[in-house]
């Protein structure tokens, strides 16, 4: 299975664009890269996924690399509520026999 | 549309009693999940689905049974309660395919005395 390096934490200053780093050296070009958040006391939620170009939506932007071995998810005006564990994750194009697995992931932590 | 559901939110045990955690989902979704996340730690896969009548094993499947009778139903039983696994429990459902976003349910808080 392919995995994921993400750093144990990160911190930001409130309003100010976060950048959280994941690298995935052993992706295939089947492999979705997907984010997810874990907010304190709560189940994790979805934040967003890719396969090869970049991706906006309202939460983040997902900025893949052109060899697809890194990823960066920019969360572009942290808040308070933005403080979570975060995340990466591939999914194989058919994952009816891949499961969702979940690395350590990097815990954000917002300074007002 | 409810998504993932759990019950029970909270529960006691005492050890070597048996339990079944409940998971439903509304969406229709072929892949479910359970994972189990002790304090301060991430997620473990226990069991997994594919769909009704196909289940497989994760990361840490001792001590717990699955099955898969329907589409929108997938317990977790455990056979023989013990300390080891007081945990909060998670249920994810999504399609199979790679691009699908996995949904979550609220977790069942266990606690084993």
């Known amino acids: 299975d392919a995995k994921t390096t993400q750093p144990n934490s990160m911190e930001s200053n409130e309003e100010e664009p976060v950048h959280l780093p994941c690298n995935h050296s052993?992706?295939?070009?089947?492999?979705?890269i997907h984010w997810y958040r874990q907010l304190p006391s709560q189940g994790p939620e979805y934040v967003i996924h890719g396969l090869t170009s970049n991706v906006n939506n309202r939460m983040a932007s997902l900025v893949i690399a052109e060899d697809r071995k890194s990823s960066t998810l920019i969360l572009h005006r942290a808040t308070l509520r933005d403080a979570a564990v975060y995340y990466c994750i591939l999914r194989h194009y058919y994952s009816g026999n891949t499961p969702l697995v979940f690395g350590k992931g990097t815990r954000l932590s917002v300074i007002a | 549309n409810a998504g993932v559901t759990q019950t029970p939110k909270f529960q006691v045990l005492k050890t070597g009693q048996s339990m079944t955690l409940q998971c439903a989902q509304d969406?229709?979704?072929?892949?479910m999940s359970w994972y189990r996340q002790d304090p301060g730690m991430g997620l473990r896969l226990i069991h997994y689905s594919v769909g009704a009548g196909i289940t497989d094993q994760g990361e840490v499947p001792n001590g717990y049974n699955v099955s898969r009778s329907t589409t929108e139903d997938f317990p977790l039983r455990l056979l023989s309660a013990a300390p080891s696994q007081t945990s909060v429990y998670f249920c994810a459902s999504s399609y199979t395919q790679g691009r699908a976003e996995a949904f979550f349910g609220q977790g069942t808080r266990l606690t084993v005395v």
């Open positions: 052993t992706i295939s070009g089947t492999d979705y």
């Open positions: 969406m229709n979704h072929e892949y």
